[in-house]
């Protein structure tokens, strides 16, 4: 009779610790998944054209340094256009602060990638609230530049190259009559109407195109020049990217210059 009540003991005692350590293992992994949506939220408020949304989403000493362009916390040139960092690397030291390592894209006003920047952004708890109290600058990666090397006029090399980020431009932004300004007819006539050409150039809606990079220009015959770039995927609200290879010939026409051609390259994305 002894033994039967000492095993109901230790069994009851045992039930007891696990069912207590299922509990921390629980509040720990709620804490955790908050602490990554908190970080989420933020750095999608920054890749937003605008401020206001960030801005919501911090303490008042560190919107302080943000409206005056501290230039660690805010490029006026640029903005954050993809992000990501490891939910592990979330350093947490009580329960009232964390801090994380991030790793943002960051493009320029026509929306091409010029650099990769690398900040740590410390998070503090006020009432009920996680803000972000500082933004703390690592290092920059500057792209490297695109310059009309491999084409016969570096003059005209340059010509095709604004009229390619001006198509892009007007492509990322979803501004389909910019981008249509720098068509061919030649271009224009493959689509059955307007509404499908619009619908081909504004792409997918989620996961969409955010930033790009050029990659090469390359001289195809005296009126005609190919520009490769990667395309930036991203999803709205979450962190991480991908790239998708493109390709585009920009064509010289009686008065200036023009894009012909426009495609995703088939499966080559990473």
């Known amino acids: 009779m002894a033994m039967g009540l000492i095993r109901l003991t230790v069994l009851s005692w045992m039930c007891t610790l696990l069912m207590s350590q299922a ?7 709620s804490g955790s998944d908050l602490r990554t949506s908190t970080v989420e939220s933020f750095m999608s408020a920054r890749t937003l054209p605008h401020n206001v949304e960030a801005r919501k989403l911090m303490t008042a000493s560190l919107e ?16 954050v256009v993809a992000f990501d960092f490891k939910a592990a690397d979330i350093k947490s030291p009580n329960d009232r602060e964390f801090s994380v390592e991030v790793e943002s894209l960051w493009a320029d006003l026509n929306e091409q990638i010029f650099a990769t ?28 530049r695109l310059l009309p090397f491999n084409v016969v006029s570096e003059k005209r090399g340059k010509l095709a190259l604004a009229v390619a980020k001006k198509f892009m431009k007007g492509v990322l932004n979803r501004d389909s009559q910019l981008a249509m300004q720098s068509l061919t007819q030649s271009f224009q006539s493959r689509f059955k109407s307007q509404e499908e050409l619009e619908t081909f150039l504004k792409g997918p809606a989620d996961p969409y195109f955010a930033a790009y990079e050029l990659q090469t220009l390359t001289q195809k015959d005296p009126k005609e020049m190919e520009v490769k770039l990667a395309m930036i995927s991203v999803s709205k609200g979450k962190r991480g990217s991908k790239s998708q290879d493109a390709r585009l010939v920009v064509r010289e026409g009686k008065t200036d210059w023009n894009v012909d051609e426009f495609e995703l390259v088939k499966g080559q994305s990473h």
Not at 23 to 29: D, E, F, G, M, Y
Not at 64 to 79: A, N, P, T
């Open 64 to 79: 302080e340094d943000y409206s005056r362009g501290k230039k660690s916390i805010r490029m006026r040139s640029g903005r």
């Open 117 to 144: 920047v690398y900040e740590r952004l410390k998070f503090i708890k006020l009432k009920e609230d996680w803000l972000a109290n500082d933004i703390d600058f690592i290092r920059s990666e500057p792209r490297r």
């Open 23 to 29: 509990a921390v293992l629980a509040q720990n992994s």
